[in-house]
């Protein structure tokens, strides 16, 4: 069968199918028939051309710069055909597109083959953009293979652009000519092309990520367990890890992952997960000079495991504390039931740091409990005192209070009268040197009198290593625990805001919109529940009644830069967040909003990592 007969075939093909979705398709292979019922079920018009434009393309984006020498190279190759090379991006937009020739610019100018437009397969159907990115795999749409009457002039040849880290297709590189001048060697030419522009992505990242990547997949091949790998903006995992975890349950692991290796190299340790499986957790920190560039981890479900899990931890609220008398000089602030009770906590390492915990009060050790400011670390010990010990008595004193005077014996006699009681000492490491050694004296007559006293003491991860004064006290206390952090607590970010928005307005009934739900769960909060509590008042604020979404959320929730910024900068992008809100995240609209160049908005949202629009 020659080829004019060969395309009549075909198009018979088409026509029986647009009559009758059960027609035959074998005229053709199967991804093809596979994309014409998409496009019928999508109901793309046959005869109308009709192309979206898309102002806001990045034709400076990473992929445009990685793929520019490779387009380049295949410019020179072909250029004895008479042929237009495209680049697009994973939304089947064209970044980009080289001619070979004059004429072959004014044919595919006529079908809109051009930068902005979009070669979307719901838009157009069937062609060899936008069924590359439907199927994820290089294919060949010649002739009356279109969907589209306009385009069966035309064969055109896509290969997707995936990124060798992540996995994801970024985009698709094509090549499109008059389909009497197909051959197949096109096909390999584009596939090797684009496998090019993959390449060129991998040496663009940084030494960090390159770094990860290799011993990801060094892993990989070392084991058939499920191989994860957390960086700073990407994660990967190999097919074992998609078999075996869910979505939610690899975010579960990377949350925990990042809070274990936070402070260690290496680790080995279980995993229990919502679903009863029980994960042993083998992995490295992977560390470029000062940069630590994320997290490698070799995930083993231990077999037998897989039944829910039962709570360990009763919901439980603080009775109200008796105040000391006032002649006991103590500076005593009073105690509030905790924002957050452990029980509807979810996240694993949340959940242990509550069981170490409620262990040292059982067996009376003193514990000391570090982690970031903000993070609960108070709630939590004043929490599982109160749920073991019910008619106890909490305390708490302040570094401030032992920086301004000593506490004598008949103090303590007047402090400790209850037959329970938890001395809580905040913020140890912001004593001075003499309020560390009064501390210092004051646990040594507790420990001496005999009394009976549970002590904990809270203080900032950051200072563990450092050389303050509190470090002579550390000698009083038998075990430590470390309370995560909110960015490692993901599961837990739906209930947090609920309990505090009752806890701002609890005669209202407000609730928070997917939206703006996942521009909480992406921000880092470096002031952790503090920080939390001041964006969700300042919705609040602002939708005081209703349904908060994400446009009454602070600015700077959408921004994650690496650095402090100055106060001119916190202006500079709340008002480029506000213009990208208001514009609906129209750069170009936005850019003429603003009285600025798109080249310099791009460059300012880049510099205040500016997300989530």
Not at 23 to 49: H, I, K, P, Q
Not at 139 to 147: A, D, K, L, Q, R
Not at 569 to 595: F, H, P
């Amino acid at each position: 069968m020659d080829r004019l007969e060969r395309q009549v075939q075909i198009a018979v093909a088409r026509e029986q199918l647009l009559q009758n979705a059960r027609a035959d398709t074998s005229a053709v292979s199967e991804v093809v028939a596979a994309s014409w019922r998409r496009s019928v079920s999508a109901g793309v018009d046959t005869g109308a051309l009709s192309v979206s434009f898309h102002a806001d393309i990045d034709t400076a984006s990473r992929l445009a710069r990685c793929a520019q020498p490779v387009i380049d190279r295949l410019h020179g190759e072909t250029s004895d055909l008479a042929l237009v090379i495209a680049l697009t991006d994973n939304r089947a937009r064209i970044l980009s597109r080289v001619d070979t020739s004059s004429q072959a610019g004014t044919l595919f100018d006529g079908v809109h083959l051009a930068p902005g437009f979009e070669y979307a397969e719901g838009v157009l159907g069937t062609n060899g953009v936008g069924s590359t990115l439907e199927s994820g795999q290089p294919v060949s749409i010649v002739g009356t293979e279109h969907f589209h009457e306009q385009l069966q002039l035309f064969a055109c040849t896509g290969a997707p652009i995936l990124d060798p880290v992540s996995g994801r297709v970024e985009g698709v590189l094509d090549l499109s000519l008059l389909s009497r001048h197909w051959t197949p060697v096109l096909h390999s030419l584009v596939r090797a092309a684009a496998h090019d522009i993959s390449r060129n992505l991998l040496i663009d990242r940084s030494q960090s990520q390159q770094a990860l990547f290799e011993t990801y997949v060094r892993a990989d091949a070392r084991t058939r367990h499920a191989v994860l790998a957390f960086g700073a903006s990407i994660e990967m995992a190999n097919a074992a890890a998609q078999l075996t975890f869910t979505p939610q349950e690899r975010s579960v692991i990377g949350d925990h992952a990042r809070f274990v290796f936070s402070n260690r190299h290496k680790a080995s340790e279980n995993l229990v997960l919502e679903s009863g499986k029980v994960v042993r957790l083998h992995g490295t920190r992977i560390v470029v000079g000062t940069d630590i560039a994320g997290i490698v981890v070799v995930a083993e479900v231990k077999a037998g495991t897989g039944l829910a899990r039962t709570p360990e931890i009763a919901d439980r609220v603080l009775p109200s504390p008796s105040a000391p008398p006032d002649s006991s000089g103590a500076h005593l602030p009073g105690l509030a039931p905790p924002l957050f009770r452990a029980g509807s906590a979810r996240t694993a390492a949340w959940c242990r740091a509550a069981d170490d915990v409620r262990s040292s009060v059982r067996e009376r050790r003193p514990v000391l409990v570090q982690g970031e400011t903000g993070t609960g670390k108070f709630t939590l010990v004043l929490e599982q005192f109160h749920g073991i010990r019910c008619t106890g008595r909490s305390l708490s004193f302040d570094a401030g209070s032992f920086d301004a005077k000593a506490y004598e014996d008949a103090d303590l006699d007047v402090l400790l009268a209850a037959e329970e009681t938890l001395c809580v000492f905040r913020n140890i490491d912001e004593l001075s040197t003499e309020g560390a050694q009064r501390l210092d004296e004051l646990l040594t007559r507790l420990r001496a009198s005999g009394r009976n006293v549970q002590i904990a003491a809270t203080l900032s991860d950051a200072a563990v290593d450092s050389g303050l004064p509190f470090r002579q006290a550390l000698a009083h206390f038998k075990a430590s625990v470390t309370v995560p952090p909110i960015r490692f607590r993901a599961e837990d970010i739906p209930e947090l805001v609920s309990e505090i928005l009752q806890a701002l307005a609890p005669d209202r009934e407000l609730r928070v919109d997917a939206a703006a739900m996942a521009v909480i769960r992406r921000y880092p909060w470096p002031r952790n529940l503090d920080q939390l509590r001041e964006a969700l008042a300042h919705a609040v604020g602002r939708r005081p009644a209703g349904t908060i979404t994400r446009e009454d959320l602070p600015a700077y929730c959408y921004s994650h830069p690496r650095r402090q910024l100055t106060t001119v900068e916190q202006s500079e992008r709340d008002t480029i967040v506000s213009a990208l809100q208001t514009t609906e995240g129209n750069r170009v609209k936005a850019a003429e909003y603003l009285g600025m160049s798109r080249s310099s908005l791009y460059r300012k949202i880049e510099r205040f990592a500016i997300t989530t629009l």
